[in-house]
């Protein structure tokens, strides 16, 4: 798959940048979906020896690829929130030094990345690459509630029902963009839903 150019934004949005093999006696890398072609362009024989791959398939077949690698471990979940455990045992037991690759959808990486953080990880030594769908991971500024993959811009908050207008505005704590009310001053005047970056 081919990666998307996002367009200039605020300066709050995420710059995602491309996945560099870097010296190391650990790595981890975490992908979902398509973010796994990432990882197979930078694999070598003697990267895998070294590597820990916790991968979200999505409903891709990219698993297989990603196995015969043969990387010194290898864990497949179903969701995000099913391997975040995993991820967070990953990351307290982490060496000093080690690498840390994340590749594919935004949503993936901005949680991956907040854990990271979280657990002490160096900014400099995380490395992301996004492969795959752009839509968002939203958090509805009134009600709080986030809702997952987002590609329409207006959307309807899946928590409180809400329309809310899609922002660039970026959270690294919440690893969600921010909607607002987009008719809260004339109710029901919400225009046609249309892709976030038509």
């Given at each position: 798959?081919?990666?998307?150019?996002?367009?200039?934004?605020?300066k709050?949005?995420?710059?995602?940048g491309?996945?560099?093999?870097?010296?190391?006696?650990?790595?981890?890398?975490?992908?979902?979906?398509?973010?796994?072609?990432?990882?197979?362009?930078?694999?070598?024989?003697?990267?895998?020896?070294?590597?820990?791959?916790i991968?979200?398939?999505?409903g891709?077949?990219?698993?297989?690829?990603?196995?015969?690698?043969?990387?010194?471990?290898?864990?497949?979940?179903?969701?995000?929130q099913?391997?975040?455990?995993?991820?967070?045992?990953?990351?307290?037991?982490?060496?000093?030094?080690?690498?840390?690759?994340?590749?594919?959808?935004?949503?993936?990486?901005?949680?991956?990345?907040?854990?990271?953080?979280?657990?002490?990880?160096?900014?400099?030594?995380?490395?992301?690459?996004?492969?795959?769908s752009?839509?968002?991971r939203?958090?509805?500024?009134?009600?709080?509630?986030?809702?997952?993959?987002?590609?329409?811009?207006?959307?309807?908050?899946?928590?409180?029902?809400?329309?809310?207008?899609?922002?660039?505005?970026?959270?690294?704590r919440?690893?969600?963009?921010?909607?607002?009310?987009?008719?809260?001053?004339?109710p029901?005047?919400?225009?046609?839903p249309?892709?976030?970056?038509?």
């Amino acid at each position: 798959m081919s990666k998307f150019e996002f367009p200039p934004s605020i300066k709050s949005r995420p710059v995602w940048g491309t996945l560099q093999a870097r010296p190391g006696h650990h790595h981890l890398m975490i992908a979902d979906a398509e973010g796994a072609e990432a990882i197979l362009d930078v694999a070598t024989p003697d990267l895998m020896a070294k590597t820990h791959i916790i991968f979200i398939a999505k409903g891709t077949d990219h698993g297989q690829k990603l196995q015969a690698l043969a990387p010194a471990q290898f864990y497949e979940g179903p969701t995000y929130q099913a391997s975040v455990q995993r991820i967070r045992r990953v990351l307290q037991d982490a060496h000093m030094g080690m690498q840390l690759y994340l590749a594919g959808t935004e949503g993936l990486m901005g949680q991956a990345m907040r854990e990271a953080t979280e657990a002490g990880i160096p900014h400099e030594a995380i490395q992301t690459e996004h492969r795959g769908s752009v839509a968002r991971r939203m958090q509805c500024v009134h009600c709080k509630g986030i809702t997952e993959d987002v590609e329409t811009d207006p959307f309807v908050c899946s928590h409180c029902g809400l329309n809310l207008f899609v922002r660039d505005h970026y959270s690294r704590r919440l690893a969600a963009y921010q909607g607002v009310c987009i008719d809260a001053e004339d109710p029901g005047n919400v225009p046609e839903p249309k892709g976030i970056y038509e």
